[in-house]
């Protein structure tokens, strides 16, 4: 009977190669796997060699996969997901009796709309709760939520290379803007264009994150190739610190300042950046069972983004 797969194949030459993809670095999945580096690469050139072809290649921004590499992990990642599952399930590891458990994955720059008041009202509702939120960018959650360590994730449209094994369920839409200090020089101004900002320092989000790419599209569409002088971050408490001790500007989500903008805490500039608009949603693992408190938890945030539309 021909074998369904190759037995040389082992869960340490799976697991090496899922978490150099996620991490990039040999040595940044050593540390997540607490094994040495020359493990990883041992593994990472069994793989090579039994496969008959390299997995990554060597760029600036560190180990990418090869074409070959990314087919292997559209399926080796749901497959290490399920299989944590399957275990947990038989290990009665899932979910302690009578709590009920759910990990959250939200991108810091939609942290502040929906998933807080949805955390508290699935808290008020019920005694035992137990809610694991994680903050990150949209390629780590996502790695997070195909490998079943997290339940689901909050956040932006994914690019659709990302959403391999995924499903996306948009909740709301909102643009990007900018914003300032209400003592800023162009605070006050009408009919401002993207070119009155270069004169400033600009705060924008982290490379290779979905609402920088709408900021880069947009400051592109303007004519503004060049940025002088550029805080890059994904941090809203030191944008806004920033933002309020000088004369900077800030391109952020709406729905990051909507309070702030509400108690004119900070101003919103005369700029038209409705090309930024995106969609905000929920990004799940597809065709895999949900437990019954995520489920309460993402009822709880359709429940609030719908509140937040209507506002």
């Keep these: 009977m021909t074998s369904l797969y190759d037995p040389r194949i082992k869960m340490r030459h799976l697991q090496a190669f899922a978490s150099v993809a996620r991490q990039q670095t040999v040595q940044g999945a050593a540390d997540t796997l607490s094994l040495t580096a020359s493990a990883i690469s041992k593994a990472l050139s069994e793989l090579e060699t039994i496969i008959g072809k390299p997995m990554f290649k060597r760029t600036r921004k560190g180990l990418m996969t090869t074409a070959e590499g990314e087919q292997l992990l559209r399926h080796v990642l749901p497959a290490l997901g399920l299989l944590r599952d399957g275990l947990n399930l038989a290990a009665g590891r899932q979910q302690k009796a ?9 991108l810091p720059t939609t942290a502040a709309a929906v998933a807080p008041l949805a955390v508290q009202k699935l808290q008020s509702g019920y005694e035992r709760v ?6 990150g960018t949209n390629m780590e959650l996502l790695y997070l939520l195909r490998e079943g360590e997290l339940d689901m994730v909050v956040g932006r449209l994914p690019d659709p290379t990302l ?4 499903s996306f369920e948009s909740l709301y839409s909102e643009p990007i803007i900018v914003l300032a200090a209400p003592s800023h020089p162009l605070a006050t101004r009408q009919d401002l264009t993207a070119n009155d900002l270069l004169a400033y320092p600009m705060v924008i989000p982290l490379p290779h994150t979905a609402v920088r790419e709408a900021v880069d599209t947009f ?14 971050t994904l941090s809203d408490s030191f944008a806004r610190s920033l933002v309020l001790s000088s004369d900077a500007v800030w391109f952020s989500p709406w729905g990051t300042v909507k309070r702030d903008l509400g108690a ?21 693992r597809a065709g895999v069972e949900i437990s019954q408190s995520a489920q309460l938890m993402i009822d709880a945030i359709r429940t609030q983004a719908r509140l937040w539309r209507e506002s």
């Design 163 to 166: 959403m391999f094994g995924l």
């Design 98 to 106: 009578g709590v009920y458990q759910v990990r959250i994955g939200v």
């Design 264 to 284: 004119k805490v900070l101003m919103r500039l005369d700029i038209n950046t409705q090309s930024t608009t995106g969609s905000i949603g929920l990004s799940l």
């Design 219 to 232: 400051c592109l569409a303007s004519g503004l190739t060049s940025l002088p002088r550029v805080i890059e």
């Design 130 to 135: 137990e809610i694991k939120v994680i903050a």
